[in-house]
């Protein structure tokens, strides 16, 4: 649309300019008198033509002519098409104008106007606009969330915000309809939910303690190095003799962290190059019963990361791998971390930071993606209780916190009793 200004002494000159430079087709937007101080001193006027339209297209005028007449300008003298013409309101009026057409009063198009507004060809574009507006309306008639209960669908938003996976909300708040549950109309009880979801997880892991070599893996920053310390607290508790081993020898201060644990704990450390260190005889030593052993981190940037890990685990035989994943992990960033852990075909998911997180749905979905069991939950720093196990009930309570009607609180890591340390022997490799 092409807009101008215009300025003259009086209306009807302000209109001349409207029409000499606009044609007869031109829109009054605006028309009012210009004043300085106390004095009047002329009309601004501001019309537009629509990019559309071609000037003078149409010798009738409508709008332009009904101002005319209201401010006393002659009609143009070529013939008019018959119809309504839109008058706009407000318009001021000149000095000779009769004062019953100072307000002229803005009307209705006419029925022709959308026709005459279009381009060349514009009947077609109409009618491709109306088809996609009937194909919008069904869409939105046949969409299966319409069709859920508007408190099924509150539900949904719900376990969306405690970021619960969108598919499996959908198909749960789908299940429910199905089944005519509806939570609130329960008194906002969960218990269907907790009922649905529950089947879905893995079952719990076996004994873990009966494992003599743990491999601790995750990403950069997902907490391995406290999980293996964590792990070895776990087996002092249970009256093991645990040895700490770091093969994170790609970070300058990779071993540091955990050689300091395990001077906390009292328990062997040491540091592992080749897996052939360990094979050769390191486990015969000491007469620990398990060795809890930490990993080079996992990451994109570095595609073989794993093969470290590989390595060892192929030249010791059977172990256990736990795969480390962060509470505080956004759902996305879980999948990604689950998919880096999966040539090292992990046996379980330890999550950590869970005392750091207001939400467990990513937790959920990890756990439900994975198919993996939950070997234990970290929170707080405290070696010694950091670690607990988890049951499948407590993950489900965890995941629906928020959604209106959870009674969950959130994960709290008792302080168990510390059994008597045994003594270890301090391990050293093999020499040779």
Same mark, same amino acid.
């Given at each position: 649309?092409?807009?101008?200004?215009?300025?003259?002494?009086?209306?009807?000159?302000?209109? #001349?300019?409207?029409?000499?430079? /606009?044609?007869?087709?031109?829109? !009054?937007?605006?028309?009012?008198?210009?004043?300085?101080?106390?004095?009047?001193?002329?009309?601004?006027?501001?019309?537009?033509?629509?990019?559309?339209?071609?000037?003078?297209?149409?010798?009738?005028?409508?709008?332009?002519?009904?101002?005319? #007449?209201?401010?006393?300008?002659?009609?143009?003298?070529?013939?008019?098409?018959?119809?309504?013409?839109?008058?706009?309101?407000?318009?001021?009026?000149?000095?000779?104008?009769?004062?019953?057409?100072?307000?002229?009063?803005?009307?209705?198009?006419?029925?022709?106007?959308? =026709?005459? @507004?279009?381009?060349?060809?514009?009947?077609?574009?109409?009618?491709?606009?109306?088809?996609?507006?009937?194909?919008?309306?069904?869409?939105? &008639?046949?969409?299966?969330?319409?069709?859920?209960? %508007?408190?099924?669908?509150?539900?949904?938003?719900? /376990?969306?915000?405690?970021?619960?996976?969108?598919?499996?909300?959908? =198909?749960?708040?789908?299940?429910?309809?199905?089944?005519?549950?509806?939570?609130?109309?329960?008194?906002?009880?969960?218990?269907?939910?907790?009922?649905?979801?529950?089947? /879905?997880?893995?079952?719990?892991?076996?004994?873990?303690?009966?494992?003599?070599?743990?491999?601790?893996? $995750?990403?950069?920053?997902?907490?391995?190095?406290?999980?293996?310390? =964590?792990?070895?607290?776990?087996?002092?508790?249970?009256?093991?003799?645990?040895?700490?081993?770091?093969?994170?020898?790609?970070? +300058? =201060?990779?071993?540091?962290?955990?050689?300091?644990?395990?001077?906390?704990?009292?328990?062997?450390?040491?540091?592992?190059?080749?897996?052939?260190?360990?094979?050769?005889?390191?486990?015969?030593?000491?007469? &620990?019963? &398990?060795?809890? !052993?930490?990993?080079? @981190?996992?990451?994109?940037? %570095?595609?073989?990361?794993?093969?470290?890990?590989?390595?060892?685990?192929?030249?010791?035989?059977?172990?256990?791998?736990?795969?480390?994943?962060? +509470?505080?992990?956004?759902?996305?960033?879980?999948?990604?971390?689950?998919?880096?852990?999966?040539?090292?075909?992990?046996?379980?998911?330890?999550?950590?930071?869970?005392?750091?997180?207001?939400?467990? $749905?990513?937790? /959920?979905?990890?756990?439900?993606?994975?198919?993996?069991?939950?070997?234990?939950?970290?929170?707080?720093?405290?070696?010694?209780?950091?670690?607990?196990?988890?049951?499948?009930?407590?993950?489900?309570?965890?995941?629906?916190?928020?959604?209106?009607?959870?009674?969950?609180?959130?994960?709290?890591? +008792? %302080?168990?009793?510390? +059994?008597?340390?045994?003594?270890?022997?301090?391990? #050293?490799?093999?020499?040779?």
């Amino acid at each position: 649309m092409k807009i101008q200004r215009f300025e003259a002494t009086d209306m009807p000159a302000a209109l #001349r300019e409207v029409r000499r430079a /606009l044609g007869a087709e031109a829109v !009054i937007l605006e028309a009012r008198q210009r004043r300085r101080g106390d004095a009047r001193s002329g009309v601004l006027v501001l019309a537009a033509l629509d990019r559309h339209l071609e000037a003078p297209a149409s010798p009738s005028a409508p709008r332009l002519q009904a101002l005319a #007449r209201a401010a006393g300008e002659p009609p143009p003298t070529r013939a008019h098409r018959p119809g309504p013409a839109p008058r706009l309101a407000n318009a001021p009026r000149a000095a000779n104008a009769p004062r019953a057409a100072a307000a002229p009063r803005l009307v209705e198009a006419p029925p022709d106007f959308a =026709a005459r @507004a279009l381009p060349a060809g514009g009947g077609a574009e109409l009618e491709r606009l109306r088809e996609r507006v009937r194909l919008l309306e069904q869409l939105v &008639c046949s969409d299966p969330f319409s069709r859920l209960p %508007e408190t099924l669908r509150d539900l949904y938003q719900e /376990l969306a915000a405690a970021e619960i996976d969108a598919h499996l909300a959908f =198909a749960l708040v789908s299940r429910l309809a199905e089944e005519g549950l509806d939570p609130a109309r329960e008194g906002s009880n969960l218990e269907p939910l907790r009922r649905l979801l529950l089947p /879905l997880l893995p079952d719990p892991p076996g004994d873990a303690g009966e494992a003599r070599i743990h491999f601790v893996a $995750g990403a950069p920053g997902a907490g391995k190095t406290s999980v293996a310390a =964590a792990l070895a607290a776990r087996a002092l508790r249970r009256g093991l003799a645990p040895g700490l081993v770091s093969i994170d020898i790609f970070r +300058a =201060a990779g071993p540091a962290a955990l050689e300091s644990s395990a001077r906390i704990l009292g328990v062997p450390f040491a540091i592992a190059y080749e897996p052939e260190e360990l094979a050769a005889g390191g486990f015969a030593l000491a007469g &620990c019963d &398990c060795w809890l !052993i930490d990993t080079p @981190a996992l990451t994109r940037a %570095e595609p073989g990361s794993g093969e470290q890990i590989l390595r060892f685990r192929e030249a010791l035989g059977a172990a256990r791998t736990h795969l480390v994943l962060p +509470a505080t992990a956004k759902p996305r960033d879980l999948v990604a971390m689950l998919e880096l852990g999966a040539p090292l075909d992990p046996d379980g998911l330890v999550f950590t930071h869970a005392d750091e997180t207001a939400t467990f $749905g990513g937790m /959920l979905g990890a756990v439900l993606k994975s198919r993996l069991p939950v070997a234990g939950v970290t929170a707080g720093r405290d070696l010694l209780s950091a670690l607990r196990e988890v049951t499948n009930e407590e993950i489900v309570d965890w995941a629906l916190r928020g959604v209106k009607g959870s009674v969950a609180s959130a994960p709290r890591i +008792a %302080e168990p009793a510390v +059994a008597a340390r045994p003594r270890v022997v301090p391990f #050293r490799p093999a020499a040779g």
